[in-house]
């Protein structure tokens, strides 16, 4: 037969679930491993879960492993499979329940990774899901299901620990300092400081406005608006020289150099048909014949830099995305076979 009983498998993974409360009460030491298929053993099982709990709540992102026998008794794909159990079982933790989820249906022996959309999402992007996908196929190719979990899990711990480094910043209930730098006249600078020591703020400040009692409350208004107009009139004087300093030297707009996103085609095409509206530069396609990799050469054309940079950062979810040099072209053309010699960003959208 095909498959087993399905209201076994349903009825031991509801059963398995029945210790997971509901997302808003979950708590460290919840369930986060369901091996229904037991391709672990005890100590295995234990072992990712004590690693797993370690890695959700020091990252708050649910990180979930889930064998089944097949994902039809669930939906007709796999990743569809993967998207009911998360969200008929109420996985995630925190109000917009964030998760990561590696689905493994052993009937066909596929698999599927579901990040929620959200905080997961921001950490573990499309490009990340891909390199995630890597790291563990080849233990799961050679039946070492611990190994694959264990580096799925790693590697989670890895990608989160990167985007807390990059991104992240907990207040923790502790006062924030917030200064604002003025750099020209179309950028400033925030630098948020906590502040374990109240007082320092008045220390650090206090030259520059008076000590005001608490009698005072209409001079302090008046200092209060005084000082707004002094920021404003700050702002303007900036912008002013900036414009001055533009229109004497008259100088052309500065072009940045090319970049090249390195990506398999899928990931290239998804790519394009996010940027398709936005981009309006030329764009040529080639292809590494030793490497098997596609590399999509984007220009800046009459963009300006604000939007090349902003479609350069879309890039960098899909692939690795490198300045391209002189020399770097003309080892392109010269050992890269080209497939799309201009508006490759319009065809690879078409696919």
């Known amino acids: 037969m095909k498959k087993r009983i399905s209201t076994f498998l349903l009825a031991l993974l509801a059963a398995l679930t029945l210790t997971v409360p509901a997302w808003a009460e979950t708590q460290p030491g919840d369930a986060l491993i369901y091996d229904t298929e037991s391709l672990l053993t005890d100590g295995e099982r234990q072992q990712l879960e004590s690693l797993a709990d370690q890695i959700t709540w020091q990252y708050d992102c649910a990180v979930y492993v889930v064998t089944i026998y097949d994902y039809e008794q669930y939906a007709d794909g796999v990743y569809e499979a993967a998207c009911t159990i998360y969200n008929d079982y109420d996985f995630g933790i925190g109000e917009d329940r964030d998760g990561v989820l590696l689905l493994l249906s052993m009937y066909d022996r596929s698999y599927s990774l579901y990040v929620r959309d959200g905080y997961a999402q921001s950490m573990i992007g499309s490009y990340a899901q891909q390199q995630l996908e890597d790291s563990f196929l080849d233990y799961l190719g050679d039946d070492d299901w611990y190994g694959g979990f264990h580096t799925y899990l790693t590697t989670c711990a890895d990608m989160m620990q990167q985007a807390s480094f990059e991104f992240g910043f907990e207040a923790e209930d502790i006062p924030l300092m917030i200064e604002a730098i003025p750099v020209n006249a179309d950028c400033i600078v925030l630098i948020i400081t906590k502040v374990e020591d109240p007082d320092e703020i008045d220390t650090r400040f206090s030259k520059f406005s008076p000590s005001l009692s608490a009698e005072d409350d209409a001079a302090e208004d008046d200092i209060t608006d005084h000082f707004s107009d002094d920021v404003l009139d700050l702002f303007q ?86 300045k391209v040099e002189p020399a770097r072209s003309a080892y392109l053309q010269e050992h890269f076979e080209m497939l799309v010699p201009q508006d490759a960003v319009s065809a690879l959208a078409q696919i």
Do not use: W
Request: proline fraction near 3%; include cysteine.
């Open 237 to 322: 004087k900036i912008k002013n020289s900036a414009g001055a300093v533009s229109n004497t030297q008259n100088e052309e707009p500065q072009t940045a150099a090319p970049r090249m996103l390195q990506a398999g085609l899928n990931h290239l095409c998804t790519f394009s048909r996010i940027v398709k509206d936005a981009y309006t530069a030329e764009s040529a396609l080639y292809k590494d014949p030793e490497a098997m990799q596609y590399c999509l050469v984007l220009t800046m054309g009459d963009m300006s830099q604000q939007q090349f940079g902003k479609i350069c950062n879309i890039a960098s979810e899909y692939g690795s995305i490198q």
